[in-house]
């Protein structure tokens, strides 16, 4: 069991956010004021909802904040910092690793680091691509750059595990699985992210907009199977200030904090706090 959880816990829970404001907005080309108020909802609105919920129930989580989010809101991002939570990296402006050069994500990873430095101190140790995509040099760019962890795959739902690197195979010869890495995934999928439950969009279309309820449904019952059957679990949950920072959806993510909190020996915490406690 590599993830061995400090004494008296029995899961882990993270609630993430990805705090990514107009920058996928931007990255797409849609810059009119009715689209770029979407993203901007996030920090005028959701980051603040946010924050005092985890003040509100004394945890620490994780916010992945593209830099370029962090440049048009350093003072917000050095707030979120001060309250304890961490900041990781999620690309420059959001970009989808796999369309990226090499060169291109080596050059944007760098210059990324450099203005989570500055806001933190130290350079970031996580890692979520944007769009929920690593490109094949993902996880060895991060390596090269000091990295603990990545939260992009999707190869386990409660235990984290160790990235490979160099897989390859086509239809017409095996897949060759590569190396294995010194990234620890913390797996995350498309069911625990808000964006694919909530947010409309129509192109491509996602018609979102579902009752948290029907969402509760299923978030509490990850919790819930993973509570019972999964020794040392890690629960990870995507959410975004801008989708779930909405007033009916932050109901219900308060209502699932509740329903965890009823039981014994669950951390809420972050990420990078799950990682260090990686035994080889
Ligand atoms: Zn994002």
Redesign the pocket.
Known sequence: MPIVLPKGKKCAVILSW?F?AM??FVLRGETTPTLISQGEFGARVGVPRVLDLCDKYNFKTTF?V?AWTIEVYPELTKKIFDKGHEIAH?MWC?EDAPQLSPEKELELMEKANEVIKRVTGKYPVGN?S??FANSNNTIKLMEDHGFLYDSTQMGDDFHPYKCRVGDHGSVSEPWVFGRKSNIIELPISWYMDDYPHFEFRRAPLNPGLHAPSDVFEVWSQEFDYMYDNEENGVYVLTL?PYISGRAHRIMMVERLIQHMMRKKGVWFTRCEDVARCWKD
Do not use: L, N, T, V
């Open positions: 990805d990514d920058s996928a992945f593209p999620h959001h979520r944007g769009g975004h």
